[in-house]
């Protein structure tokens, strides 16, 4: 089965530092560009980061840019979101997904994980 | 980057048919996708590509796109079908280069 599932949420202090985990299973892990996506409560869904299936290029918002990092370990089919000087504003959901890419180079985010919650509060 | 527009809130009568809109310069290049998002659950593709259904979404659901704005069409809507829905595609940008609406609450009177 194609699955993808997160871990490494939980509860940091303003300007703290917290990392990420998508694992993944069933699927050609290293064909395929992994993206984060955040939920903030009560909020709409906010693209985050994305790493290519090499791991050679990533991307990230502006809104995470020079705090986040992104990697991937093609050997443990896992990616990473490594998280610093987190701020109040970054408590969501945290989800990893796996981006498809069709024969028009159109792209669709088709595997979810179920999320992970961070929490940022002192 | 580019941005996507969605209506913040729609709403249909049970069995009436829905259209959800999305708009966006990158949909001028690329498809969108359209994603159901239920309380508490990760959200799941209803809709790829030029107008493709993923194994399991039923056939009430459907997707069209023209010039900038890119549709979903709900026919014959049902009570489940009340959730939130976004859209999201690729873009041109170099350095973002995913984009998602808003979303659109649904709901089903």
């Known amino acids: 089965e194609v699955q993808l599932w997160e871990s490494g949420g939980g509860l940091v202090q303003p300007g703290g530092s917290l990392r990420l985990s998508c694992a993944a299973s069933g699927f050609t892990f290293s064909s395929y560009a992994i993206t984060w996506v955040r939920q903030a409560p009560g909020k709409g869904l906010e693209w985050v980061s994305g790493i290519s299936g090499s791991g050679r290029s990533t991307y990230f918002a502006d809104s995470v840019k020079g705090r986040f990092t992104v990697s991937r370990d093609n050997s443990k089919n896992t990616v990473y979101l490594q998280m610093n000087s987190l701020r109040a504003e970054d408590t969501a959901v945290y989800y990893c997904?796996?981006?498809?890419?069709?024969?028009?180079?159109?792209?669709?985010?088709?595997?979810w994980g179920q999320g992970t919650m961070v929490t940022v509060s002192s | 980057s580019s941005e996507l527009t969605q209506d913040p809130a729609v709403s249909v009568a049970l069995g009436q048919t829905v259209r959800i809109t999305c708009q966006g310069d990158?949909?001028?290049?690329?498809?969108a996708t359209w994603y159901q998002q239920k309380p508490g659950q990760a959200p799941v593709v209803v809709i790829y590509g030029k107008n493709n259904r993923p194994s399991g979404i039923p056939d009430r659901f459907s997707g069209s796109s023209s010039g900038n704005t890119a549709s979903l069409t709900i026919t014959g809507a049902q009570a489940e079908d009340e959730a939130d829905f976004y859209c999201n595609s690729r873009d041109n940008s170099a350095t973002h280069p995913w984009v998602f609406g808003g979303g659109t609450k649904l709901t089903v009177l």
């Open positions: 997904a796996r981006v498809r890419r069709d024969s028009s180079g159109s792209d669709a985010f088709d595997i």
């Open positions: 990158s949909l001028r290049t690329y498809y």
